[in-house]
């Protein structure tokens, strides 16, 4: 059963930079991915090795056909067949996704397959183990076909046939990795925001020790034999072992350096991202590189820079604006317009204030309403209220938005009786307060204009509860309700006295008002 082909794209946030990204991306949107592709150029590898042998041996034409065919058919081809069925077996969940792109497990199981295959293909044993059997075969055929010893050209060429898988091993692991990056890509669209994914290691600086020595060695082998003309085995063996010299003496050590300078840039920057990730963002990582390592590092740093800066105006933010409100904010925008939606306002005033505030000074009366707030805000937001504006001497306070609460008015009125008794152990006779709750339909938005806007709720209901709290003034109550916030209450049994008679200023209707006199069951259950 063959694996699926896709076409599937993912929304492309930057097109891909370099020629190598450009063809895989192109190959990607015209024929999708499949196990075989990466395997192809395997054969191209593969005819190296007889071009290699013709370079230090005569041999004619038909000799040159009958290795390149063994070769082929002898090595390449059960070793491309070994590989692939490792690939179509560890990729099941990435062609799956390919089939039919989705969201969720199935996307995280496709992105660590996709992620985790290069690496787990160099590592396999199958394909080494098959190409040193079907290696050694053709190599004693290939020094039979040249007229050389069997023993010793058969083992000389088996040396050169090593160095020539090697370096396809590691050429065939940036071909694959080049080939998962569009489907990868599409993938990590799909990706839940909030999943922590651990990125299959392999460092940068053992990819350089691995990849070029090998074909450093590989080049080396071919160029001694374009320059040897009628050579002999021991030619061939000199090619070999002086390319194997120059590659441990020189290119290792050069590798070595601009290795450790590349791979010490990105562990600066991977700890400073670590860093940042912590919370600690005045992170910043050294500019000690002239190339594009140092230009990464730059950008880095202004990165950090600026959400450090976003922080301090988030932070302030927060502290002008209610948590609820700057998280509704910042998750919605700013937009004018305003949602009509059924909540219950408390509204909180201090009693006696102006004769209260004569005896202080300015900073006393400054430090007992901070400290009055620092009492009573907490319990508004341990019930999912929000604090909607500061009134002087009192405050607006919210039951159902902008965050929705289907318990709004029984969370209120257990925010009022908690205040009330909060106040009465803070300051005892010295200070009081009075509190009016009123439910009922308003327009909650964000509302202002010239730069200036503010979250907040309008509407009849809201003047009522100003209302019911002037009311507290008559009747001596600490807390009174109107006839709308009684009749949704639901989660509380608690016994209530009416007090009649009573006008609210501005209103040329009688509202029904009400006292909570005897608690038998308060709410001090929380909403989840």
């Given amino acids: 059963m063959s694996e699926p082909v896709s076409h599937y794209i993912a929304p492309r946030t930057a097109p891909p930079r370099g020629l190598i990204g450009r063809l895989m991306r192109l190959s990607y949107e015209r024929i999708g991915f499949h196990p075989v592709f990466p395997f192809v150029p395997g054969f191209l590898v593969g005819a190296a090795g007889p071009v290699t042998l013709a370079l230090y041996f005569d041999m004619s034409s038909g000799q040159f056909v009958r290795i390149l065919l063994a070769a082929e058919l002898g090595?390449?081809?059960?070793?491309?067949?070994?590989?692939?069925?490792?690939?179509?077996?560890?990729?099941?969940?990435?062609?799956?996704?390919?089939?039919?792109?989705?969201?969720?497990?199935?996307?995280?199981?496709?992105?660590?397959?996709?992620?985790?295959?290069?690496?787990?293909?160099?590592?396999?044993?199958?394909?080494?183990?098959?190409?040193?059997?079907?290696?050694?075969?053709?190599?004693?055929y290939a020094a039979s076909e040249l007229d050389l010893p069997a023993f010793g050209g058969g083992l000389v060429i088996f040396l050169g046939s090593i160095v020539q898988y090697s370096f396809w091993a590691v050429l065939r692991l940036f071909i694959l990795e080049a080939m998962l990056r569009p489907p990868l890509e599409a993938i990590s669209e799909h990706l839940p925001e909030d999943v922590h994914l651990e990125v299959p290691r392999m460092p940068l600086g053992r990819r350089l020790l691995i990849a070029l020595p090998v074909m450093n060695l590989a080049m080396g082998t071919v160029l001694a034999g374009i320059f040897a003309g009628n050579a002999t085995l021991g030619d061939f063996m000199l090619g070999?072992?002086?390319?194997?010299?120059?590659?441990?003496?020189?290119?290792?050590?050069?590798?070595?350096?601009?290795?450790?300078?590349?791979?010490?840039?990105?562990?600066?920057?991977?700890?400073?991202?670590?860093?940042?990730?912590?919370?600690?963002l005045g992170a910043r990582?050294?500019?000690?590189?002239?190339?594009?390592?140092?230009?990464?590092?730059?950008?880095?740093?202004?990165?950090?820079?600026?959400?450090?800066?976003?922080?301090?105006?988030?932070?302030?933010?927060?502290?002008?604006?209610?948590?609820?409100?700057?998280?509704?904010i910042l998750r919605e925008g700013t937009s004018l317009a305003g949602e009509e939606v059924e909540v219950t306002m408390l509204f909180l005033d201090i009693r006696?204030?102006?004769?209260?505030?004569?005896?202080?000074?300015?900073?006393?009366?400054?430090?007992?309403?901070?400290?009055?707030?620092?009492?009573?805000?907490?319990?508004?937001?341990?019930?999912?209220?929000?604090?909607?504006?500061?009134?002087?001497?009192?405050?607006?306070?919210?039951?159902?938005?902008?965050?929705?609460?289907?318990?709004?008015?029984?969370?209120?009125?257990?925010?009022?009786?908690?205040?009330?008794?909060?106040?009465s152990d803070e300051f005892g006779d010295r200070l009081s307060v009075g509190i009016g709750l009123n439910s009922g339909a308003v327009v909650a938005g964000n509302v202002g204009g010239a730069g200036r806007l503010e979250f907040s709720v309008i509407g009849d209901a809201v003047n009522v509860a100003a209302r019911?709290?002037?009311?507290?003034?008559?009747?001596?109550?600490?807390?009174?309700?109107?006839?709308?916030?009684?009749?949704?209450?639901?989660?509380?049994?608690?016994?209530?006295?009416?007090?009649?008679?009573?006008?609210?200023?501005?209103?040329?209707?009688?509202?029904?008002?009400?006292?909570?006199?005897?608690?038998?069951?308060?709410?001090?259950?929380?909403?989840?």
């Fill in 352 to 423: 006696g204030f102006t004769t209260f505030a004569e005896r202080l000074s300015a900073s006393e009366v400054v430090a007992t309403l901070n400290r009055l707030f620092e009492r009573i805000v907490p319990i508004i937001h341990e019930h999912h209220g929000h604090v909607d504006k500061y009134v002087g001497d009192g405050l607006l306070a919210v039951f159902g938005a902008p965050r929705r609460q289907d318990d709004h008015a029984d969370q209120a009125l257990a925010t009022g009786l908690e205040i009330a008794a909060a106040v």
């Fill in 75 to 140: 090595i390449w081809l059960p070793e491309l067949i070994v590989a692939r069925a490792i690939v179509s077996r560890r990729a099941r969940p990435l062609l799956a996704w390919i089939a039919a792109p989705r969201g969720g497990e199935h996307a995280i199981a496709a992105w660590r397959a996709g992620t985790t295959l290069p690496r787990d293909l160099l590592r396999h044993p199958a394909p080494y183990l098959m190409v040193a059997t079907t290696a050694l075969g053709f190599d004693f």
């Fill in 240 to 280: 070999i072992l002086g390319a194997t010299i120059v590659t441990l003496t020189v290119s290792v050590w050069l590798i070595a350096f601009i290795s450790d300078s590349v791979a010490t840039s990105m562990r600066d920057l991977r700890d400073g991202a670590r860093r940042i990730g912590r919370g600690e």
């Fill in 468 to 528: 019911v709290e002037s009311a507290t003034r008559q009747t001596g109550d600490a807390v009174l309700i109107a006839e709308r916030t009684r009749e949704l209450l639901a989660g509380v049994q608690m016994d209530f006295a009416e007090r009649p008679g009573l006008m609210l200023k501005g209103k040329t209707q009688p509202v029904a008002i009400y006292a909570p006199v005897v608690v038998s069951s308060p709410v001090t259950e929380r909403a989840s």
């Fill in 285 to 328: 990582v050294p500019v000690a590189s002239t190339d594009e390592t140092g230009e990464l590092a730059q950008s880095f740093n202004e990165m950090a820079a600026g959400l450090a800066e976003r922080e301090r105006i988030r932070e302030a933010f927060g502290t002008y604006v209610d948590r609820d409100v700057a998280e509704h």
